[in-house]
């Protein structure tokens, strides 16, 4: 076995043992302080901590986890995305600061770039910050940041003059800064999420990551390394949902025969097997092109992340299909899991944004 079917057979064993046992007794839409810790406890961060992060091991990893604990898949993968612009470009004195207690699960991150009046079209951002002798008073809002309004620290993303995408600055943003403050948001999935306000909130010049006004970078070379695992999580929710279809085609009886001879069903589950192979060998491409050399695979990612969360969706609708009206009932794997599918088209560029990155990609040819 390669050391990455290793990581894949000894995360998909966590996330049907302890780390399912934590995320059961987290509250709904609130951060699980206890499942972060577990993912430190048993290796899973060190794994993106410890070293270079990878992309082929994050998708590896997120991939097995949804497979089997979809909310420690995302509680691990926020912890990456919302330390990823410290790790890159933040000063020796800010990640010796957060990267350490990230990694033990001791502080939670959140990756703050989405404004109410600023979500596809990022570049556009309005959240202020203006230098105040060696600090920044930031002014402003975000919202749908994950982790919010309970993380320890922010990678926000705010204005610093008004040349669009090229003046904005990441700054990291401790929770207990004063003028920092938030509230939950309720969405259709268990999801730790909210909104973040700044009135003035003080930030020491230090705590920027990067350079003034070069901050779009950051989030761009960020959100490059993480699309195509947003299609990882997709792939394993939807082998979840295919796992589940065939299970229960088997033992399931209709007109005195099991589901799994009638071919109307079948042929479904047979398309729905290819696409996923597909989505997978996208997603692993898209990861290894990654790793070789980023800043080259936009393209490449948005496929990923764009075909993996499309077919995430089809393959839980067929399952649900195919389970009938068990799978709509409260606390239902597929019921979780149909809830579960739908973000991932959204977030992180909706599926329409990917569209556009990979047309860009055709005419620049
Ligand atoms: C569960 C969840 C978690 C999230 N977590 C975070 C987080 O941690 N941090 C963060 O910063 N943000 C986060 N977000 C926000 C997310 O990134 C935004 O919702 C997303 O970028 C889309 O922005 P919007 O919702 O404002 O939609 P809009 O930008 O208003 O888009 C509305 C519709 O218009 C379409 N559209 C827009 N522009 C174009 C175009 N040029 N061509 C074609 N169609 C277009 C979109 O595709 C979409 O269908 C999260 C969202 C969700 C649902």
Redesign the pocket.
């Known amino acids: 076995m390669s050391s990455l079917d290793d990581l894949r057979a000894r995360c998909e064993a966590l996330a049907q043992g302890p780390l399912r046992t934590a995320a059961e007794q987290g509250a709904p839409g609130r951060v699980n302080r206890g499942l972060v810790k577990a993912l430190a406890e048993h290796g899973v961060l060190a794994e993106v901590f410890d070293q270079t992060p990878k992309a082929l091991v994050l998708c590896v990893i997120r991939e097995a986890l949804a497979r089997h604990c979809t909310e420690a898949e995302t509680a691990f993968a ?1 912890q990456g ?2 330390a990823y612009p410290i790790v890159l470009a933040g000063s020796a004195s800010i990640v010796d600061y957060w990267v350490p207690r990230v990694a033990a699960g001791d502080a939670v991150v ?7 009046e ?5 570049a556009h951002l309005l959240l202020r910050a203006v230098p105040d002798g060696d600090d920044f008073l930031l002014t402003g809002e ?7 309004p309970d993380a320890d620290v922010y990678s926000v ?1 705010a204005r610093t003059s008004d040349t669009g995408a090229k003046g904005i600055t990441a700054f990291a943003v401790p929770r207990d800064t004063p003028g920092l403050d938030g509230e939950q948001l309720d ?1 259709l ?1 268990p ?1 730790a ?1 909210g909104r973040l306000r700044f009135t003035g909130a003080r930030v020491p010049r230090a705590n920027v990551l990067g350079e003034v006004d070069g901050g779009w970078s950051v989030a761009m070379r960020t959100l490059d390394m993480f699309r195509p695992s947003v299609g990882a999580f997709a792939v394993g929710m939807a082998q979840a949902a295919l796992d589940a279809a065939i299970a229960h085609a088997t033992h399931r009886h209709a007109f005195g025969k099991p589901l799994a001879t009638f071919q109307g069903l079948t042929h479904q589950l047979a398309d729905v097997a290819t696409r996923l192979h597909a989505a997978r060998l996208l997603v692993h491409d898209a990861a290894t092109a990654y790793d070789a050399a980023p800043g080259t695979t936009a393209s490449l990612s948005a496929m990923a992340k764009l075909f993996a969360t499309e077919t995430a969706q089809h393959a839980v609708d067929l399952s649900i299909q195919v389970h009938g009206a068990q799978a709509l009932e409260r606390g239902h794997l597929l019921e979780h899991l149909y809830r579960e599918v ?3 088209r ?8 990917q ?2 990155i990979i047309a860009r990609a055709l005419f620049r040819k």
């Open positions: 926020l995305l919302g959140g990756f703050a770039l989405t404004e109410p600023a979500g596809s079209d990022a975000k919202t749908y940041i994950s982790n919010a993303f969405l999935a999801h999420i739908r973000a991932p959204i977030y992180e560029g909706t599926s329409e944004i569209r556009e």
